[in-house]
Antibody
Framework: QVHLVESGGGVVQPGRSLRLSCEAS????????IHWFRQAPGKGLEWVAV????????YYVDSVEGRFTISRDNSKNMVSLQMNSLRAEDTALYYC???????????WGQGTRVTVSS | EIVLTQSPGTLSLSPGERATLSCRAS???????LAWYQHKPGQAPRLLIY???SRAAGIPDRFSGSGSGTDFTLTISRLEPEDSAVYYC?????????FGQGTKLEIK
């Protein structure tokens, strides 16, 4: 079965760092781009970052550019999101999702919660 | 950056009725790279429609998408109680992969 499982969320103080992981199973991981999305409390879905299938290209939403870094290890079927200089407005439920060029974001994880608070 | 505006914000309908959800883009969405998702509390978003009108795998034919350019519609016929959710449109032709603000569908 095709799965994505996020981990690494937690409560962190403003200015500190956190590393999220997204582990894949059930499909050829190295063939797909992986994206991170988030949903802040009471808000809608927001795209955060993407890494291409081979790691050759990465893009970020403006609000995290320079603070977040996305990476992948195709040998471990894993994508990571390193989040530095965290702010209160980064508080959200973070999802990873598979991008299928034929059918958009067809597989999503259940999410991992990040709370930035002093 | 293309902005997606969804309407209405909230829709309250009865079982068996039809729901019509709108998504309007500030610029033309290239190659109809427009998708619709269903999102329920505590669950992962679920892909319903891609390419503006193609149903994703396992999605009942009660869900249909239409439109092109800047105006898109998600129609849900014969509403069932489990259709209660927030529905988002999204463009996926390139970064940023923006969403509309969502339409909350309530089944009375």
């Amino acid at each position: 079965q095709v799965h994505l499982v996020e981990s690494g969320g937690g409560v962190v103080q403003p200015g500190r760092s956190l590393r999220l992981s997204c582990e894949a199973s059930g499909f050829t991981f190295s063939s797909y781009g992986i994206h991170w999305f988030r949903q802040a409390p009471g808000k809608g879905l927001e795209w955060v970052a993407v890494i291409f299938y081979d790691g050759s290209k990465k893009y970020y939403v403006d609000s995290v550019e320079g603070r977040f870094t996305i990476s992948r290890d195709n040998s471990k079927n894993m994508v990571s999101l390193q989040m530095n200089s965290l702010r209160a407005e980064d508080t959200a439920l973070y999802y990873c999702a598979r991008f299928n060029s034929l059918s958009a974001f067809d597989i999503w994880g259940q999410g991992t919660r990040v709370t930035v608070s002093s | 950056e293309i902005v997606l505006t969804q309407s209405p914000g909230t829709l309250s309908l009865s079982p068996g009725e039809r729901a019509t959800l709108s998504c309007r883009a500030s610029q033309s969405v290239s190659s109809n790279y427009l998708a619709w998702y269903q999102h329920k509390p505590g669950q992962a978003p679920r892909l319903l429609i891609y390419g503006a009108s193609s149903r994703a795998a396992g999605i009942p034919d009660r869900f249909s998408g239409s439109g092109s350019g800047t105006d898109f519609t998600l129609t849900i016929s014969r509403l069932e109680p489990e259709d209660s959710a927030v529905y988002y449109c999204q463009r996926y032709g390139g970064a940023p992969f923006t969403f509309g603000q969502g339409t909350k569908l309530e089944i009375k």
